[in-house]
C-alpha cells in the first residue's frame, strides 16, 4: 500500500485545474489545517500563501495550468471568490466541468483526450466574459518587472484610482495587485536560488530590502524558512517531479509530517 505524499504548493500566480479519473487529492492551506479542500477534480485559484497537497495511492487525470485572466474567461466567475480556495471546477461553471472528467475518461488514448480538452476549453474561452485591457496590461506588467512596479504607477498608467484598479484586478486576478507583486517577487528570489545564487543575493536581486526582511516574507508566504525550504528541495527523490510550471519553482516534497 502506498503511503500519503505531501507536496509544499508554493504562491505561483497560475491558477491550476486537475481533472482527475481516479482517487481525491486533497489540498489544505498550510497556515489554516481548517481550511482543507479534497476531490477527484479540482480548481485551485490565485493564492498569495502556501498549501499542501496529499495524497494517497495512484494520481491519474490532467492538470490544466491557466494564468488567471484565462480561468476567468473559462469560469466566468469572479476570481476573488475563490483565490485562496480549492473548489470543484462544476461548483464554478457546471458547463463543461461537471461531465468533463467521464468525457476524457472514456477516451482510449491522450493524445484524443487532448484534442477534446482543446476544444471543450476553447469553447469556453469564446464564450466567456471578456477581460479589461487595463487589468491585462498591469498583470503583464507586473510579471515583466517581478513584481519591482508600484501599484500607484499601474493606476497612473491605466487612468484609474488606485482603489479602482485593485477592485477590477481582484475581480479578474484573483489577487490585489500587490499581493500579485508579492509572489512575483517571492519567484523572482526562489529562481535566483535555483540558479546557483545565495539566498542574500537572491532576495536583494528580487528586491528584497536586506535579508531579515526577506526571511519574514518567505516564511509568512510559504510556511517554511529558506533554509527548510532547500533542504526539502534538495532531499527529493530524482522520480519525484518538483515543478508545475517551466520555469518557475512551484512546489518541494515533503518527507515529515507537518
Known amino acids: 500500500m502506498i ?3 505531501r507536496r509544499l504548493l508554493i504562491p505561483d500566480a497560475v491558477v491550476k485545474v486537475m481533472v482527475g479519473f481516479g482517487d481525491p487529492v486533497r489540498v489544505r492551506d498550510s497556515a489554516d489545517p481548517t481550511l482543507c479542500f479534497s476531490g477527484v477534480c479540482l480548481a485551485s485559484g490565485a493564492r498569495t500563501t502556501s498549501a499542501i497537497g496529499e495524497h494517497t495511492g495512484l494520481i491519474h487525470g490532467v492538470t490544466i495550468l491557466l494564468t488567471p485572466l484565462a480561468a476567468y474567461r473559462l469560469f466566468g466567475v469572479p476570481m ?3 483565490a485562496q480556495l480549492s ?3 462544476e461548483d464554478l461553471r457546471p458547463s463543461p466541468w461537471a461531465d468533463l472528467p467521464a468525457r476524457l475518461a472514456h477516451v482510449s488514448d491522450w493524445g484524443r483526450r487532448f484534442a477534446l480538452l482543446d476544444h471543450v476549453l476553447r469553447q469556453a474561452l469564446d464564450t466567456g466574459p471578456a477581460v479589461s485591457p487595463e487589468v491585462a496590461w ?5 510579471r515583466t518587472t517581478g513584481g519591482r512596479i508600484r501599484v500607484e504607477e ?3 498608467r491605466t487612468g484609474w484610482s488606485r482603489r479602482h484598479l485593485e477592485r477590477r484586478f481582484r475581480a479578474q486576478i484573483g489577487l490585489t495587485p500587490k499581493g500579485t507583486a508579492q509572489v512575483m517577487r517571492l519567484q523572482a528570489a526562489l529562481s535566483g536560488k535555483e540558479a546557483g545564487a545565495t539566498w542574500a543575493d537572491a532576495a536583494a536581486q528580487a528586491g528584497y530590502h536586506d535579508q531579515p526582511h526577506f526571511d519574514r516574507v518567505f516564511k509568512a508566504m510559504t510556511g517554511r524558512t529558506p533554509s527548510a525550504f532547500s ?3 534538495s532531499g527529493a527523490s530524482l522520480h519525484d517531479a518538483q515543478d508545475f510550471v517551466p520555469g518557475q519553482v512551484t512546489s518541494a516534497m515533503l518527507r515529515h509530517p507537518n
Not at 498591469?138 to 507586473?142: E, M, N, P, T, Y
Open 80 to 82: 476573488s471568490e475563490w
Open 138 to 142: 498591469a498583470w503583464h506588467r507586473i
Open 154 to 156: 499601474l493606476a497612473a
Open 3 to 5: 503511503g500519503t505524499r
Open 87 to 89: 473548489v470543484p471546477p
Open 231 to 233: 533542504a526539502y528541495r
